[in-house]
Nanobody, 124 residues
Framework: QVQLEESGGGLVQPGGSLRLSCQVS?????????VGWYRQAPGNDQRELIA????????EYDSSVEGRFSISRDNEKNTCDLQMDNLQPRDTAVYYC????????????????WGQGTQVTVSS
């Protein structure tokens, strides 16, 4: 059984930083796949892909987070982290990770059942 577990969320003031971590367990691993971070903002019924990292360690970002967020992965530990700097209220959301397939950010599709996510709240 595949399990995705996200952690590291919390309440932070505008301009602050958080580091999210994602662990995959069970019979699945991240190694052969791209891995991405999604978020679902309050009132939205869709998750949006904001960052992904390929097996080559090339990282890609949505324009809303580029320059502020940094994605990394550790295939030996089956983890994927998201460093978030200069957080703004618009970043408030539940954040999820997943393994992905797809040629581009726009065509990426998640591979595994979703985890619980981790709540990030940016507020003064």
């Amino acid at each position: 059984q595949v399990q995705l577990e996200e952690s590291g969320g919390g309440l932070v003031q505008p301009g602050g930083s958080l580091r999210l971590s994602c662990q995959v367990s069970g019979r699945s691993i991240f190694g052969p796949y791209a891995v991405g971070w999604y978020r679902q903002a309050p009132g939205n019924d869709q998750r949006e892909l904001i960052a992904r990292i390929l097996t080559t360690n090339r990282a890609e970002y949505d324009s809303s987070v580029e320059g502020r967020f940094s994605i990394s992965r550790d295939n030996e530990k089956n983890t994927c982290d998201l460093q978030m700097d200069n957080l703004q209220p618009r970043d408030t959301a539940v954040y999820y990770c997943n393994a992905l397939h797809g040629l581009t950010m726009a065509t990426s599709v998640p591979d595994y059942p979703w985890g619980q996510g981790t709540q990030v709240t940016v507020s003064s």
